[in-house]
Each structure stands twice: as C-alpha cells, then as structure tokens.
C-alpha cells in the first residue's frame, strides 16, 4: 500500500506513481507546495482555476526573474 494516498498498490517502493510525482514536487519547492495547496484548495471550486492560474503566472515570473538575473551576472 502506498504510503502517502493509502490507496494504491506498491510493491517495491513506499509511494505509487502520482504520490512519487507529488514527492518530487515536495523536493523541489519545500513549503511552496504546501502553501499552494492551502491557498488553492481552501477555495470554491469555481474559484479555484483562477488562483491556479494565477499561481502558475507567478512561478512563470518568478522563472523568467530568475533567468533574468542569471544573464545578467555573465554579462
Ligand atoms: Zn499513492
């Protein structure tokens, strides 16, 4: 039994794939998941695109910012 949905079935591993997947987002982004998650799930569903959306155009400017910032440094 996965460990983190309980739901699905493994055998050699503690989590099964989409848990794997939710892993690796937890390693990568730490507490931001959690704070995603919070702020998007504690919304009405009709509300809850628009805030995924603007979740998403936030980590796409905090990307490109990123990026920006990294350019510059080898200029
Ligand atoms: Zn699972």
Redesign the pocket.
């Known amino acids: 039994m996965?460990n983190?949905?309980?739901?699905?079935t493994?055998y050699l591993t503690k989590?099964?794939e989409?848990?794997r997947k939710v892993k690796h987002y937890l390693n990568l982004y730490d507490d931001r998941v959690y704070e995603i998650l919070d702020s998007v799930l504690s919304r009405d569903p009709e509300k809850q695109n628009n805030k995924v959306r603007m979740e998403i155009n936030k980590e796409i400017e905090n990307m490109r910012a990123k990026q920006i910032k990294r350019g510059s440094e080898h200029n």
């Open positions: 996965c983190l949905c309980e739901k699905e493994v989590f099964c989409k848990c």
